[in-house]
Nanobody, 121 residues
Framework: QVHLVESGGGLVQPGDSLRLSCVASGRTFTRDVVGWFRHAPGLEREFVAAVTKNGERSIFADSVRGRFAISRDNENTVNLQMNSLQPDDTAIYYC???????????????WGQGTQVTVSS
């Protein structure tokens, strides 16, 4: 069984940066796409970004485009670099594995437990 584990969350001030990592462990990770989603209290789960297996294609939500970057170190590790963080970015961030580069949560069938990101002065 494959598990996804997120790390790198924390408390930062507006304008700061954070780098989240998603590592797949266990059996061979065969999903072609790794996506990041976030869930803030009182709001629906929101797509953030996704990257394909070879890193050749990435997609971003409008709310983070230009501030966030996604990269794939290898087939088991995906990073989300978050710059110019704002209070609206506060949420639990989840990585997920799927086979289509899409913003639809239903297309991802493997999810991590999440890591908390809090942006506050």
């Amino acid at each position: 069984q494959v598990h996804l584990v997120e790390s790198g969350g924390g408390l930062v001030q507006p304008g700061d940066s954070l780098r989240l990592s998603c590592v797949a462990s266990g059996r061979t990770f065969t999903r072609d796409v790794v996506g990041w989603f976030r869930h803030a209290p009182g709001l629906e789960r929101e797509f953030v970004a996704a990257v394909t297996k070879n890193g050749e294609r990435s997609i971003f939500a409008d709310s983070v485009r230009g501030r966030f970057a996604i990269s794939r170190d290898n087939e088991n590790t995906v990073n989300l670099q978050m710059n110019s963080l704002q209070p609206d970015d506060t949420a639990i961030y989840y990585c997920a594995g799927g086979n289509l580069p899409t913003d639809r949560p239903s297309a991802y069938d493997l999810w991590g437990q999440g890591t908390q990101v809090t942006v506050s002065s």
